[in-house]
């Protein structure tokens, strides 16, 4: 049993969404937005190290491997995480808007439990946008990308300024992502609009 709350039911004046010219071409790795992030970052030992690839369209795959340092119950993925999995490569597909926007909502169904050492195939799609909304849904499938799915969300993203993390991020993570030119460029990156 599944579906999503009147709160992610896109409003009458929502369009469709349109994939930015300058997004990264189809079957292009991503990288890290931040390589601090729990979600995708290298910098973080029990991270997820999600790797996500732009898809065709406002669409996006990764992948997910669940590490031991993943579970919730024996030889289980916590059920967090596997949110995590969904949020993350939800909140990619800002690369092909090129906008950049933070997860207001998710809503999870968890259809099979995900054992430890397994790859989790995901996939996201931007439904619907309503002037900084952005509706969007994604699914886990284990055993391969066409395997039945173990995970699905629907979400709302709301844009934001970039300013929105300097002000509200921890003074020296911010002082450090500054510094960094890496980190600069792929902010930079998400900037850039029509
Ligand atoms: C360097 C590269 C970085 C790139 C960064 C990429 C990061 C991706 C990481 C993965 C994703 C994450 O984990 S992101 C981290 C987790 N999320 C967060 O920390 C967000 C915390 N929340 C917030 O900061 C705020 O609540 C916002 C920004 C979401 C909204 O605040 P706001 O800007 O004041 O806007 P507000 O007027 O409240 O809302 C705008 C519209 O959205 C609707 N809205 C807002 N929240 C909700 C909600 N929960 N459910 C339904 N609707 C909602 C409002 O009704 C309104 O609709 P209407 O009246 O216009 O119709």
């Given at each position: 049993m599944s579906g999503s709350s009147a709160a992610l039911q896109p409003p009458a004046d929502a369009v469709k969404p349109v994939r930015h010219p300058d997004a990264p071409a189809p079957g292009e790795l991503l990288g890290a937005h931040y390589?601090?992030?729990?979600?995708?970052?290298?910098?973080?030992?029990?991270?997820?190290?999600?790797?996500?690839?732009?898809?065709?369209?406002?669409?996006?795959?990764?992948?997910?491997?669940?590490?031991?340092?993943?579970?919730?119950?024996?030889?289980?993925?916590?059920?967090?995480?596997l949110a995590t999995a969904l949020d993350e490569t939800l909140g990619s597909l800002n690369w092909l808007l090129?906008?950049?926007?933070?997860?207001?909502?998710?809503?999870?169904?968890?259809?099979?439990?995900?054992?430890?050492?397994?790859?989790?195939?995901?996939?996201?799609?931007?439904?619907?946008?309503?002037?900084?909304?952005?509706?969007?849904?994604?699914?886990?499938?284990?055993?391969?990308?066409?395997?039945?799915v173990a995970v699905r969300a629907d979400a709302l993203f709301v844009e934001v300024k970039i300013d929105h993390f300097a002000q509200h991020g921890r003074p020296q993570e911010i002082r450090a992502a500054m510094e960094d030119p890496d980190q600069m460029r792929r902010a930079r990156a998400f900037e850039v609009n029509p």
């Open positions: 390589g601090g992030c729990f979600g995708c970052g290298g910098d973080q030992p029990h991270g997820l190290h999600l790797e996500a690839r732009a898809g065709e369209g406002v669409r996006i795959t990764a992948e997910f491997t669940v590490q031991a340092a993943h579970q919730g119950a024996p030889g289980l993925a916590h059920g967090g995480v090129r906008t950049v926007a933070v997860t207001g909502r998710l809503e999870t169904d968890f259809l099979r439990p995900v054992p430890v050492g397994t790859t989790l195939h995901l996939e996201a799609e931007v439904v619907a946008v309503a002037g900084r909304k952005i509706y969007s849904t994604a699914t886990g499938r284990v055993g391969g990308p066409d395997g039945p």
